[in-house]
């Protein structure tokens, strides 16, 4: 399995940003897809995820501002990151949870300035 991201870059606060990440290989109908961050000196942290059947979670952080959504035909998850502030600087890596396989993607730079 690999998990190809796309997107990222720079914003500037109360800018927008998408993020996508395609996973390609063998992938099971059963799975979580999703996006954690990793901020400098800071432990990884959820972003958002979102199961096979569509139900998202958030962490506490972005709830409100950002979204995510997936396409199970492309085997494809995206992240629309609105009202970004300097908080939500950090590397992005996107995730695939197949039970009991964790997968994750290289990691894509998010960077907001103030």
């Known amino acids: 399995v690999q998990l190809q991201a796309s997107g990222g870059g720079l914003a500037q606060a109360g800018g927008s940003l998408r993020l996508s990440c395609a996973a390609s290989g063998s992938i099971f109908s059963i799975n979580v897809m999703g996006w954690y961050r990793q901020a400098p000196g800071k432990q990884r942290e959820l972003v958002a995820r979102?199961?096979?059947?569509?139900?998202?979670t958030y962490g506490n952080s972005v709830k409100g501002r950002f979204t995510i959504a997936r396409d199970n035909g492309k085997s494809t998850v995206y992240l629309q990151m609105n009202s970004l502030t300097p908080d939500d600087t950090g590397v992005y890596y996107c995730?695939?949870?197949?039970?009991?396989?964790?997968?994750w993607g290289q990691g894509t730079q998010v960077t907001v300035s103030s």
């Open positions: 995730n695939l949870w197949m039970p009991p396989n964790d997968y």
């Open positions: 979102i199961s096979n059947t569509g139900i998202p």
